[in-house]
């Protein structure tokens, strides 16, 4: 299968925020619904 750049960066973003949460999923899906909450709001 041919490898796209958009899904490519997508994973590396994912990781790179996950690494910030300190490897903790539930820890990041409450930062991204914070920030989902915050954007709506604005």
């Excluded at 750049?5 to 994912?14: D, L, M, Y």
């Excluded at 490897?23 to 709506?40: C, F, P, S, V, Y």
Aim: proline share 2%; with cysteine.
């Amino acid at each position: 299968m041919k490898r796209d750049p958009i899904v490519e960066e997508i994973h590396q973003t994912r990781q790179k925020l996950l690494e910030e949460c300190g490897g903790d999923i539930n820890q990041l899906m409450d930062r991204l619904k914070a920030t989902e909450i915050h954007a709506w709001s604005a």
